[in-house]
């Protein structure tokens, strides 16, 4: 059974390189979903044809470009390849930071898109699993404060050791089937309607 093609999205606002461009992926063994003359709605145009990459072909990324990326990266993240002319290190950056995954100067070659492509997506998926693992501890950190948090009031305000508070937190929590910072928060919660 043959794996199914990936799914590109081409922005390019020359018509003329934009075809050449979709004839080149399409020999590269990629699908071309979709074409755009401009990134405006790209967040719509994501959304409507679930491409696995976004290919965006320009000389210079601009202000409306980037910030099109900006909401495509935080409403929903896709692996964006940028090939550009302009190679200059804050263009790059700000690229970067709207959410290119990858960006190459000189534009598209279609002996080495396919390859262009692969990398990018691997990194997206890279720094999305770290993202991941970064907002989990988050978390975690967020409600270790709040077990913390709990546990001084019970040994304060009910004269308990560390490890007496704690259990008395885990005991609660079990017998609720809630999580120890859903519970700290209750206990932190009723002692603020005691203050």
């Given at each position: 059974m043959e794996p199914s093609r990936l799914r590109v999205m081409l922005v390019d606002d020359d018509v003329e390189r934009r075809a050449l461009v979709a004839t080149a992926l399409a020999d590269a063994g990629l699908d071309?979903?979709?074409?755009?003359g401009t990134a405006h709605g790209l967040?719509?145009?994501v959304t409507h044809h679930a491409p696995d990459v976004i290919i965006i072909d320009i000389e210079s990324p601009d202000r409306d470009i980037l910030e099109s990326m900006r909401c495509l990266s935080r409403d929903n993240p896709h692996p964006v390849v940028m090939f550009a002319t302009q190679s200059d290190s804050d263009t790059i950056r700000?690229?970067?930071e709207a959410g290119a995954s990858a960006y190459v100067v000189d534009g598209l070659s279609p002996g080495r898109?396919?390859?262009?492509v692969d990398v990018a997506i691997a990194r997206f998926r890279q720094h999305a699993s770290l993202q991941r693992e970064l907002d989990q501890a988050r978390t975690s950190l967020v409600q270790r404060k709040v077990v913390d948090r709990a546990k001084g009031l019970l040994m304060e305000r009910g004269r308990r050791t560390e490890d007496d508070a704690y259990h008395a937190l885990r005991k609660l929590a079990m017998d609720q089937n809630k999580t120890m910072a859903e519970v700290a928060q209750g206990v932190i919660d009723t002692a603020q309607l005691f203050r």
């Open positions: 071309v979903a979709a074409q755009l967040l719509h145009a700000l690229a970067v898109v396919r390859a262009v």
